[in-house]
């Protein structure tokens, strides 16, 4: 059996007071015996800090409104551990996370990022939030041993590669911050590793409307980073080509309905259901996680929200994205001469 390593367990916090109590009573639940928990509040106006203040925690409190990454980094280079743990006030450790992350880190090659994922069923009730678990689940575990990037909501680093990096960056988009952190560091020699086991119960209170507009947000940041990134079509996660395949299939599915309403000729709703079976098949292991998990009563409604909806949802973030990096990029301020 390996060692208990010194985890330091790092939180943002930011207007989180319906989550932080809960995130924090999960995370002092942990059967394992060796850590901190250190909560940087990022200038909230709600009672946060109150809330906070009942667990034994460290608390770090900024002085003015800066971001999820300088919460983050704040709290990481002030961190004790010989391994860093991010998470979210929004997410729930399980009682063993922290134990199997120290058995992870005694079997990785040094300068390896470790990542976790949410659990497949998240920890509040409802169609729309078991439906984003299990599709964040499912798009972050399928390249397991080659994941693109790693997602802050479950990351464990080690102190000293994390203190090389200089750590997350504080001037960018307002999300997506650590795709871009591990993305860097994987140019710069470090291991990306996905460990299903390491898990987050996530805390959505999602209803139909806070889904789609989850999707629209992600999209348009992810899309903006992509285009700058040249990645536009990497299998990435959440960003995977199933869902892009999706997309494209929505819009398209879209089209030909607009032109049968008005050419009113029935040509073009034939290839409708070729389109949807297609679907289906390209993303036939969402699929099968929806039916393993929800069962047959939910993988008909998932399916068809995630083929029509949400996929739309994306398209819209994604055209939206396109639009704002183009207005960005149209009169780039040019560099001066060294």
Same mark, same amino acid.
């Given at each position: 059996?390996?060692?208990?390593?010194?985890?330091?367990?790092?939180?943002?916090?930011?207007?989180?007071?319906?989550?932080?109590?809960?995130?924090?009573?999960?995370? %002092?639940? #942990?059967?394992?015996?060796?850590?901190?928990?250190?909560?940087?509040? *990022?200038?909230?106006?709600?009672? #946060?800090?109150?809330?906070?203040?009942?667990?034994?925690? @460290?608390?770090?409190?900024? *002085? +003015?409104?800066?971001?999820?990454?300088?919460?983050?980094?704040? &709290?990481?280079?002030?961190?004790? &551990?010989?391994?860093?743990?991010?998470?979210?006030?929004?997410?729930?450790?399980?009682?063993?996370?922290?134990?199997?992350?120290?058995?992870?880190?005694?079997?990785?090659?040094?300068?390896?990022?470790? &990542?976790?994922?949410?659990?497949?069923?998240?920890?509040?009730?409802? %169609?729309?939030?078991?439906?984003?678990?299990?599709?964040?689940?499912?798009?972050? =575990?399928?390249?397991?041993?080659?994941? *693109?990037?790693?997602?802050?909501?479950?990351?464990?680093?080690?102190?000293? =590669?994390?203190?090389?990096?200089?750590?997350?960056?504080?001037?960018?988009?307002?999300?997506?911050?650590?795709?871009?952190?591990?993305?860097?560091? +994987? @140019?710069?020699?470090?291991?990306?590793?996905? $460990?299903?086991?390491?898990?987050?119960?996530?805390? %959505?209170?999602?209803?139909?409307?806070?889904?789609?507009? $989850?999707?629209?947000?992600?999209? +348009?940041?992810?899309?903006?980073?992509?285009?700058?990134?040249?990645?536009? %079509?990497? *299998?990435?996660?959440?960003?995977?080509?199933?869902?892009?395949?999706?997309?494209?299939?929505?819009?398209?599915?879209?089209?030909?309905?607009?032109?049968?309403?008005?050419?009113?000729?029935?040509?073009?709703?034939?290839?409708?259901?070729?389109?949807?079976?297609?679907?289906?098949?390209?993303?036939? &292991?969402?699929?099968?996680?929806?039916?393993?998990?929800?069962?047959?009563?939910?993988?008909?409604?998932?399916?068809?929200?995630?083929?029509?909806?949400?996929?739309?949802?994306?398209?819209?973030?994604?055209?939206?994205?396109?639009?704002?990096?183009?207005?960005?990029?149209?009169?780039?301020?040019?560099?001066?001469?060294?």
């Amino acid at each position: 059996m390996s060692l208990e390593k010194y985890v330091s367990v790092v939180i943002p916090n930011y207007n989180s007071a319906e989550t932080i109590g809960k995130c924090l009573e999960a995370a %002092f639940a #942990s059967r394992y015996g060796n850590f901190e928990v250190i909560v940087v509040d *990022d200038h909230s106006e709600d009672n #946060s800090i109150e809330i906070i203040k009942r667990f034994p925690c @460290r608390l770090i409190s900024l *002085d +003015k409104h800066s971001g999820a990454s300088k919460a983050r980094n704040t &709290g990481a280079f002030q961190s004790r &551990g010989e391994i860093i743990f991010f998470t979210d006030s929004d997410c729930l450790l399980n009682e063993d996370t922290l134990s199997i992350i120290n058995s992870t880190f005694s079997k990785v090659e040094p300068h390896t990022i470790v &990542g976790g994922t949410y659990a497949k069923k998240s920890y509040d009730k409802g %169609f729309f939030n078991l439906f984003q678990s299990l599709f964040v689940y499912y798009s972050e =575990t399928k390249n397991a041993k080659n994941p *693109d990037y790693i997602a802050a909501h479950a990351m464990v680093i080690d102190r000293e =590669t994390f203190r090389r990096s200089k750590g997350f960056p504080e001037k960018f988009l307002p999300i997506i911050e650590d795709v871009e952190f591990t993305h860097r560091l +994987k @140019r710069e020699g470090c291991i990306l590793l996905m $460990n299903p086991e390491i898990q987050v119960r996530h805390i %959505f209170n999602f209803t139909f409307y806070r889904s789609m507009k $989850n999707a629209v947000r992600k999209s +348009k940041y992810w899309v903006m980073y992509s285009m700058r990134n040249k990645d536009m %079509f990497t *299998d990435s996660g959440s960003s995977s080509t199933e869902l892009k395949v999706n997309v494209a299939s929505a819009f398209l599915s879209l089209l030909l309905l607009a032109l049968w309403i008005l050419s009113q000729k029935n040509i073009f709703l034939y290839p409708l259901p070729f389109l949807f079976i297609c679907n289906l098949f390209v993303s036939k &292991g969402l699929i099968m996680t929806f039916y393993e998990t929800g069962g047959a009563l939910f993988i008909a409604p998932a399916s068809i929200y995630y083929t029509v909806f949400y996929s739309l949802s994306v398209g819209t973030g994604t055209i939206a994205g396109m639009a704002k990096y183009f207005l960005n990029n149209r009169n780039p301020v040019k560099k001066r001469p060294k």
